[in-house]
């Protein structure tokens, strides 16, 4: 089940638990139960003066298996193998359950301690998806630190009845006491403010008592941790409000072509991104999305930005940093059928699709390349692209080409994904040539067409192209004095994350260079006693 290398990386973490607990493993006489307990006797073999296994556990879903503290309460059990990307998962679960102590920051494990209800959560997962550790760790976490709150990790491909049954074509994806809470990416921080009704207006207030920033960042991605960076070696006040820190990256599955980085993967990224920008005292306000930029009400003024939330931040000067976000394709059914067969990532949810037939809109890079992806997990792909030739790159074009599995129309545009029952049986589409309107009958579509700038805030204060992007000129500069741009949200071509990264560094630099030209304030004088 486990190489030797990894047997003995594995034992040296466990080395780290310090509490003793039981695994009460459910087991059948199935292939899975035999690899699921060889596992964790692999587990148990390793640290066994702390750790039980037992094999008698009555759960009915099998192989599975409980995490269980000496004299705690605690509920967190895994249905399947998590392997793949949930290895990770599996180690955390066991250490922080053995008493080693997460990594979170502690005002929010303190949220959850005080979580107060009945919190039965189910979290659906498939090996591949490189979206789902987050979700696993956090409601993993929760599970630990809380005996009200109870987590079942459920592996997709291994329950395919359940994930049938629930209709289930996109992961990860979470029930709360039944019904559905939430699905894509989820952080710790996310999920708990969903739970706790009062977090807002706490967050808020703690907000507007801050002091004015000499820079303000508004987005977290590549652009924004590149611009955090430089502006705070200036040794100046930064801050960085974030949606959700690393951006359209942490959607990303591979990297492989930034600069003296060979390989890795989007969420490992944005984890490299934010814990730089914590080296340097940055911070970081994640949860945040701007609602709204304040000009200076005179010259030389502070600009404000105020956040969904009610809060409002004040800043000498603004960076926005606000990426992009998947372009939707806007025709019927797409919305309805949204996780119910319509998907954006090929890497999270293929899986769910094996022995499927699907459709991927969209002839770019990005659109080939998932249809590749897909081609060697589903039973057929049919491509669809609305131009006469598909756009990606030559390679990737003679690549797909190959594969006996797929179809490709060119100068089809898309009219309609139809659907019954609730989830996805077809897509149709017109040819732009014959005019001609066609169906095909499938049971997934997956779009793949590019992005569209988050400014929609914007709109009114900062010009903005004909596509949404922030006009900006060669430094960074929009037409507000003081607010500067960087990365996709901007009109600087090319949307990669050297760019973005690039842009940041070039905005921080302009925003430093604006502050150091600017009137000095001259102190009040003394007032005579």
Same mark, same amino acid.
């Given at each position: ?5 990894l ?12 509490q003793p +607990?039981?695994?009460?493993?459910s ?10 307990l060889?596992?964790?006797?692999? =587990?148990?073999?390793?640290?066994s003066?702390?750790?039980t ?11 599975? +298996? ?5 004299g705690?309460?605690?509920s967190?059990?895994f ?13 955390l679960?066991?250490l ?28 659906y ?6 979206? !789902?550790?987050?979700v ?10 809380n ?9 997709g ?16 994806i979470?029930?709360?006491n ?17 739970l706790?009704?009062n ?17 303000? =960042? ?17 040794g =100046? ?19 492989? *072509?930034?600069i ?8 490992? +990224? ?10 340097y005292?940055?911070?970081?306000m ?5 609602d709204k930029?304040i000009?200076p ?17 004040s ?6 940093s606000t ?6 394709v ?5 919305a ?11 890497? !999270? ?7 499927k037939?699907?459709?991927v ?8 390349e998932?249809?590749i ?7 057929h ?9 598909l756009?990606?790159?030559? /390679?990737?074009v003679?690549?797909l ?9 060119? *100068?089809?545009?898309?009219?309609? =994904? ?7 049986n077809?897509?149709s589409?017109?040819d732009?040539?014959s ?10 579509? +997956?779009v793949?067409?590019?992005? /569209? ?6 709109k ?7 596509f949404g ?10 037409? /507000?004095?003081?607010?500067f741009?960087?990365g996709? !949200? ?14 940041g ?25």
């Open positions: 089940m486990l190489d030797d290398t047997k003995a990386q594995l034992g040296a973490y466990l080395e780290r638990v310090t +607990f039981e695994i009460v493993a087991l059948s006489d199935s292939e899975s139960s035999r690899d699921t060889e596992l964790l006797q692999t =587990i148990q073999g390793l640290r003066d702390k750790i296994l037992k094999t008698d556990g009555q759960d009915a879903r099998r192989p599975s +298996f409980s995490l269980q503290r000496a705690s309460d605690t967190l059990r249905a399947g193998l998590p392997l793949g990307h949930e290895f990770t998962s599996l180690v679960a066991l922080w359950t053995g008493g080693h102590p997460p990594k979170a920051e502690q005002d929010v494990m303190e949220q959850i301690r005080a979580l107060d209800g009945d919190f039965n959560f189910e979290v997962m498939s090996l591949t998806c490189h979206n !789902c550790p987050d696993v760790q956090a409601l993993s976490l929760m599970a630990i630190l005996p009200k709150v109870k987590t079942t990790v459920i592996e491909g291994a329950f395919q009845d359940e994930v049938n049954a629930r209709e289930i074509m996109a992961v990860p979470v029930f709360l039944g019904e559905v809470f939430g699905s894509g990416r989820m952080t710790l921080e996310e999920i708990v403010a969903k706790d009704v977090a807002d207006a706490r967050e808020a207030a703690k907000l507007n008592a801050k002091d004015p920033f000499d820079v303000l =960042i508004v987005g977290g991605g590549p652009a924004g941790a590149a611009a955090a960076v430089y502006a705070a070696r200036k =100046i006040r930064v801050g960085v409000a974030a949606e959700r820190f690393g951006g359209q990256v942490n959607d990303t599955m591979a990297i492989e *072509n930034y003296s980085v060979l390989e890795t993967d989007g969420p490992k +990224f944005a984890t490299a991104l934010e814990a730089q920008v914590r080296h005292d940055v911070d970081i994640n949860l945040q999305r701007a930029l000009p009400a005179e010259p030389n003024g502070l600009l404000q930005v105020q956040l969904a939330n009610g809060a409002v931040l800043a000498r000067s603004v960076i926005l990426g992009a976000r998947w372009r939707n806007n025709v019927p059914g797409e309805e059928y949204r996780n119910k067969g319509v998907a954006y990532c090929p890497h !999270c949810d293929g899986p769910l699709f094996k022995g037939r699907v459709s809109i969209g002839g770019g890079n990005s659109g080939v998932a249809a992806d897909l081609a060697g997990v589903v039973q792909v049919t491509l669809i692209e609305f131009a006469d030739a756009k990606a790159d030559a /390679v990737l003679s690549k080409k190959s594969l006996p599995n797929v179809d490709i129309h060119v *100068n089809a545009q898309t009219t309609e =994904i139809t659907g019954a029952n609730g989830k996805v077809g897509l589409y017109k732009r040539v005019g001609d309107v066609k169906h095909i009958e499938l049971e997934g579509v +997956f793949q067409i590019g992005l /569209v700038p988050n400014t929609e805030f914007l009114g204060t900062v010009e903005l192209s004909r992007e922030i006009e900006v000129d060669a430094k960074g500069h929009t037409n /507000v004095p003081g607010v741009a960087a996709d !949200c901007t009109t600087v071509p090319f949307k990669q994350i050297v760019i973005a990264a690039g842009e560094s070039k905005a921080a630099l302009s925003a430093f260079d604006h502050l150091i030209r600017q009137p000095v304030t001259a102190p009040a004088e003394a007032v005579p006693a």
